[in-house]
């Protein structure tokens, strides 16, 4: 017995954005959205058991994490406490002292909260560093599917439900909570890529828990987002079955545009696009009228995500590079699913 694991989860990035959850507590979304998984950017995370401790600890790139932060990453530790048999979340009880707390230590290869979507590689890393430790100490136990460990990871951060997949993944509306999970879609093994211009690395002002809730609340466009994400969802499936990056391509950029279109209409209205943004965007679209299959998409943040032929990406790395000098750009292919770290890495 280690009484310890440790995980690698790569971040995803949405082509079909969630925005909006349908239930605040178990995370459930109000569509189905669908992203890539990152090769290069993820986030290792160690868990152990610390007997007799009172609380989890969270420590993140070496900082103690505050009281908050702890308690999303504790909501998330209770559901395997209660899955394993060590006590009654769901119930809302308390768990007894000597139900067993967990030190989590996580080192993000990735901005954190810059939109470059660190939470999705955080909770998923922890959730399948967390399977690891819970089934080494309770063998007895039902064995977790990662269908089922998507939807523990999802409680965490909704976009962390998809990176328990590699490749192109969905992550479905679902009747209810068992069966909204990450479904693999393509292992995304042709000729697609991403470039990540980061215009910025500061942390978000607003949050994406915040920005989705008002959206849904006030945006005078917001009841249309369901029915036209589908659309779009549809399309990009097609483009995934097809293997056209321009089919998909197309798709994502008219979802992505809708996506920040409900928070133009939000009351007040809001953005996380800034100037930097769209000049990138109209840097995109010129670099496509000259004949490159380039694609643009935006989260919550600034900065764009462009999608593009692997075969072509050195290429449109070289251009983005010569037009933006300043910026930090990040190349990706498709990334794997989580794996479980040994001791020496
Ligand atoms: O799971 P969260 O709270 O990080 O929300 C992610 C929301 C977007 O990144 C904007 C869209 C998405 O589907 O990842």
Same mark, same amino acid.
């Given at each position: 017995?280690?009484?310890?694991?440790?995980?690698? #989860?790569?971040t995803?990035?949405?082509?079909?954005?969630?925005?909006?959850?349908?239930?605040?507590?178990?995370?459930?979304?109000?569509?189905?959205?669908?992203?890539?998984?990152? !090769?290069?950017?993820?986030?290792? /995370?160690?868990?152990?058991?610390?007997?007799?401790?009172?609380?989890?600890? %969270?420590?993140?790139?070496?900082?103690?994490?505050d009281?908050?932060?702890?308690?999303?990453? /504790?909501?998330?530790?209770? %559901?395997?406490?209660?899955?394993?048999?060590? *006590?009654? !979340?769901?119930?809302?009880?308390?768990?007894g002292?000597?139900?067993p707390?967990?030190?989590?230590?996580?080192? +993000?290869?990735?901005?954190?909260?810059?939109?470059l979507?660190?939470?999705?590689?955080?909770?998923?890393?922890?959730?399948?560093?967390?399977? #690891?430790?819970?089934?080494?100490?309770?063998p007895?136990?039902?064995?977790?599917?990662? /269908?089922?460990?998507?939807?523990?990871?999802?409680? *965490? !951060?909704?976009s962390?439900?998809?990176?328990?997949? *590699?490749?192109f993944?969905?992550?479905?509306?679902?009747? *209810?909570?068992?069966?909204?999970?990450?479904?693999?879609?393509?292992?995304?093994q042709?000729?697609?890529?991403?470039?990540?211009?980061? %215009?910025?690395?500061?942390?978000?002002?607003?949050? !994406?828990?915040?920005?989705?809730?008002?959206t849904?609340?006030?945006?005078?466009?917001?009841?249309?987002?369901?029915e036209?994400?589908?659309?779009? %969802?549809?399309?990009?499936r097609?483009?995934?079955?097809?293997?056209?990056?321009?089919?998909?391509?197309?798709?994502?950029?008219? +979802?992505?545009?809708k996506?920040?279109?409900?928070?133009?209409? #939000?009351?007040?209205?809001f953005?996380?696009?800034t100037?930097?943004?769209?000049?990138?965007?109209?840097?995109i679209?010129?670099?496509?009228?000259?004949?490159l299959?380039?694609?643009?998409?935006?989260?919550?943040?600034?900065?764009v995500?462009?999608?593009?032929r692997?075969?072509?990406?050195?290429?449109?790395?070289?251009?983005?590079?010569?037009?933006?000098? +300043?910026?930090?750009?990040?190349?990706?292919?498709?990334?794997?699913?989580?794996?479980i770290?040994?001791?020496?890495?």
């Amino acid at each position: 017995m280690t009484g310890m694991a440790a995980a690698r #989860a790569h971040t995803n990035i949405a082509l079909i954005k969630y925005w909006g959850k349908r239930d605040d507590v178990l995370y459930l979304p109000t569509s189905t959205s669908l992203s890539f998984t990152l !090769s290069s950017l993820y986030t290792d /995370t160690c868990v152990r058991f610390v007997d007799g401790a009172a609380e989890d600890v %969270l420590v993140l790139d070496g900082e103690v994490q505050d009281a908050a932060s702890t308690a999303k990453v /504790t909501r998330v530790v209770d %559901l395997f406490r209660t899955r394993y048999g060590v *006590g009654d !979340s769901a119930a809302g009880a308390a768990f007894g002292a000597d139900a067993p707390r967990v030190r989590v230590e996580s080192h +993000n290869h990735v901005p954190t909260a810059a939109g470059l979507a660190s939470s999705s590689s955080g909770f998923a890393a922890l959730a399948f560093a967390l399977r #690891a430790l819970f089934e080494e100490r309770y063998p007895d136990a039902p064995r977790m599917s990662d /269908t089922e460990l998507s939807t523990f990871a999802r409680r *965490g !951060s909704g976009s962390a439900t998809r990176s328990i997949f *590699g490749g192109f993944v969905e992550w479905v509306y679902g009747t *209810g909570s068992d069966d909204s999970v990450a479904v693999p879609v393509d292992d995304a093994q042709w000729d697609v890529a991403m470039v990540l211009v980061a %215009l910025s690395t500061q942390k978000k002002k607003i949050s !994406s828990t915040y920005g989705m809730k008002h959206t849904a609340e006030t945006s005078a466009f917001y009841p249309l987002w369901r029915e036209v994400s589908e659309k779009d %969802l549809d399309e990009v499936r097609a483009g995934i079955r097809e293997r056209d990056i321009d089919r998909v391509g197309a798709a994502m950029e008219a +979802n992505c545009m809708k996506f920040h279109a409900t928070m133009f209409a #939000a009351n007040p209205p809001f953005t996380y696009l800034t100037s930097r943004s769209l000049e990138v965007i109209e840097y995109i679209q010129e670099l496509r009228a000259q004949g490159l299959s380039v694609y643009y998409t935006m989260d919550a943040g600034p900065n764009v995500k462009v999608l593009c032929r692997r075969s072509e990406q050195p290429r449109v790395h070289e251009l983005l590079a010569q037009r933006f000098p +300043n910026v930090t750009l990040f190349d990706a292919g498709a990334g794997s699913g989580p794996r479980i770290l040994s001791e020496q890495e």
